[in-house]
């Protein structure tokens, strides 16, 4: 049986990489002035930055039940094997959603439906579908693609800092004086992801400096170069370029893709933020 690979927009991976392995993205919501818009297909990134530009404060919910069904559904009709791998469960709502319709479709239809919260966001999400998505063109089963997917997803490492500390206020990730204070002084913060959650690592003066500083921990980290890095950035192309001219110039990396942070964790994170997604060295060793 064919498997079809599902995901949501919070993977942001590029959309030519999306159609060349007809990945299914089912997306969250953006809500603008009231109205909901669907991420990637209602609204774009490019209009939220300008939306956050023009001083618009935006918000998001997660991905409905129907949006759901409406796949699973198509997916199981059409004889497939579906996987969905999931934004984390952590940070948003839809992957529970996700898990309830799926069960309600497999009682419905007796279809073949698994999902994976892979406690992960952003490319780093979308490296592991990615994967997914590369092992089902080549024909690989359901339990071996889901095998892979949570084991990788065990040891993916997310690194970020971003421009403007007043969006980590609005999320509760930090207080409204340290906000304050930190983009007065020009600090940025560095953070990871840590079993689904947006945990901060340090603090450094500056954005160079900062991203100098997540290469830093890029080499703690990974022991592997050789494999497909992802960075993505929130509107600040000249620094996402920087980073992976510093990966290529210090690791020899050759496998990046970098791509735009899409539209509902660019309304968490704000302007300017940019991340680096890899497995880490405790991969290598088991």
């Given at each position: 049986?064919?498997?079809?690979?599902?995901?949501?927009?919070?993977?942001?991976?590029?959309?030519?990489?999306?159609?060349?392995?007809?990945?299914?993205?089912?997306?969250?919501?953006?809500?603008?002035?009231?109205?909901?818009?669907?991420?990637?297909?209602?609204?774009?990134?490019?209009?939220?930055?300008?939306?956050?530009?023009?001083?618009?404060?935006?918000?998001?919910?997660?991905?409905?039940?129907h949006?759901?069904?409406?796949?699973?559904?198509?997916?199981?009709?059409?004889?497939?094997?579906?996987?969905?791998?999931a934004?984390?469960?952590?940070?948003?709502?839809?992957c529970?959603?996700?898990?309830?319709?799926?069960?309600?479709?497999?009682?419905e239809?007796?279809?073949?439906?698994?999902?994976?919260?892979?406690?992960?966001?952003?490319?780093?999400?979308?490296l592991?579908?990615?994967?997914?998505?590369?092992?089902?063109?080549?024909?690989?089963?359901?339990?071996?693609?889901?095998?892979?997917?949570?084991?990788?997803a065990?040891?993916?490492?997310?690194?970020?800092?971003?421009?403007?500390?007043?969006?980590?206020?609005?999320?509760?990730?930090?207080?409204?004086a340290?906000?304050?204070?930190?983009?007065?002084?020009n600090?940025?913060?560095?953070?990871?992801?840590?079993?689904?959650?947006?945990?901060p690592?340090?603090?450094?003066?500056?954005?160079?400096?900062?991203?100098?500083?997540?290469?830093e921990?890029?080499?703690?980290r990974?022991?592997?170069?050789?494999?497909?890095?992802?960075?993505?950035?929130?509107?600040?192309?000249?620094?996402?370029?920087?980073?992976?001219?510093?990966?290529?110039?210090?690791?020899?990396?050759?496998?990046?893709?970098?791509?735009?942070?899409?539209?509902?964790?660019?309304?968490?994170?704000?302007?300017g933020?940019?991340?680096?997604?890899?497995?880490?060295?405790?991969?290598?060793?088991?």
């Amino acid at each position: 049986m064919a498997v079809k690979i599902i995901t949501d927009s919070a993977c942001d991976l590029p959309q030519d990489l999306i159609r060349e392995y007809d990945i299914e993205v089912v997306p969250l919501l953006v809500v603008m002035d009231g109205k909901e818009y669907a991420d990637g297909q209602d609204i774009s990134p490019e209009h939220v930055y300008s939306a956050i530009r023009a001083g618009k404060v935006l918000t998001t919910n997660q991905a409905p039940a129907h949006f759901f069904r409406r796949v699973f559904t198509e997916c199981v009709a059409r004889g497939m094997s579906c996987i969905y791998i999931a934004f984390s469960s952590k940070l948003s709502g839809t992957c529970h959603t996700g898990m309830m319709v799926a069960r309600q479709v497999r009682e419905e239809t007796q279809g073949d439906i698994e999902v994976v919260d892979t406690l992960c966001g952003s490319l780093g999400q979308g490296l592991l579908v990615l994967e997914a998505a590369k092992m089902a063109k080549a024909g690989a089963g359901k339990e071996q693609i889901v095998a892979r997917v949570q084991e990788l997803a065990r040891h993916m490492e997310h690194i970020f800092t971003v421009d403007d500390l007043e969006y980590l206020r609005r999320g509760g990730r930090i207080g409204r004086a340290s906000a304050y204070v930190g983009n007065l002084l020009n600090i940025k913060p560095l953070l990871h992801v840590k079993e689904g959650l947006m945990i901060p690592i340090e603090k450094v003066r500056g954005k160079k400096k900062a991203i100098k500083r997540l290469v830093e921990l890029v080499e703690e980290r990974c022991s592997n170069f050789r494999q497909t890095i992802g960075i993505a950035h929130a509107d600040d192309v000249t620094a996402a370029q920087y980073l992976k001219e510093l990966l290529q110039t210090k690791f020899g990396c050759k496998d990046i893709i970098v791509n735009v942070v899409g539209s509902v964790l660019g309304c968490h994170i704000g302007l300017g933020g940019v991340a680096v997604f890899f497995l880490n060295k405790a991969l290598a060793a088991t």
